[in-house]
Every structure is written in C-alpha cells, then in structure tokens.
C-alpha cells in the first residue's frame, strides 16, 4: 500500500511561483508512475503531468507546458511539481497520483492511477 501526502500549494499572486511535493509512505515510488490532477471548483478533475519511473519521461498538458516542470527525487522518495509564471486558471486543489509504471498505460487517464493523496490547495491571485 501507498500513502501520498502532497504540500507546497498556498496563496500566490499571477506570475509567481510554487513548488508542490508528493512524497510517498508505505513503500518507495521505484517503478510506480506518479501524476499530478488538479481540480478546480465546479469542474472535472483534470490531468496536468505525470512523470514515468523507467527513463523519466513527463508529459504535461498544454496549458501548462513551459510553465510546469514534474522531477523526482528519489533520495527522498518524492515527486515534485514546480510551477512557474503562474495564472489566476491554475487555481485549483492539485493532487498526485501513482502507478506502477509499465508500457501501454495510458497516464493521462485519472483511472490509470490506483493510489491518491488528499490534494493540496493553490489559489493565484490576479
């Protein structure tokens, strides 16, 4: 079994930055695929980025490309999203998700993911 706990969202103005972690208790991200979801009020769950244990490939939204950068550390069994130039839209609770990681898995998809932390929430003022 897999605990995440996310942390690092907070109040940020438009432009600013934040640095979200995922870190993971339980038993090590080794192998697993970890997403990042947000969630903004009144709308779907929405996939943002999700970087692949094997080879490290990341994959991010095209809202968020060239903004967002998805890295790990796997010293300190954690995944971390920094998010840059930030925008008023990116307000949302963000959650990171993970997976075992193995070809064909769709890591778009919020089913693909079997264990969920409680989100953190990131609030951009304009």
């Known amino acids: 079994q897999v605990q995440l706990v996310e942390s690092g969202g907070g109040l940020v103005q438009a432009g600013g930055s934040l640095r979200l972690s995922c870190v993971a208790s339980?038993?090590?991200?080794?192998?697993?695929?970890v997403g990042w979801f947000r969630q903004a009020p009144g709308k779907e769950r929405e996939f943002v980025g999700a970087?692949?244990?094997?080879?490290?490939?990341?994959y991010y939204i095209e809202s968020v490309k060239g903004r967002f950068t998805i890295s790990r550390d796997n010293a300190k069994n954690a995944v971390y999203l920094q998010m840059d130039s930030l925008k008023p839209e990116d307000t949302a609770v963000y959650y990171c998700?993970?997976?075992?990681?193995?070809?064909?898995?769709?890591?778009?998809?919020?089913?693909?993911?079997?264990?969920w932390g409680r989100g953190t929430q990131v609030t951009v003022s304009s």
């Open positions: 998700a993970a997976t075992v990681d193995y070809s064909g898995k769709d890591y778009y998809a919020a089913p693909t993911y079997n264990y």
């Open positions: 339980g038993r090590t991200f080794s192998g697993y695929a």
């Open positions: 970087i692949r244990w094997f080879g490290g490939s990341t």
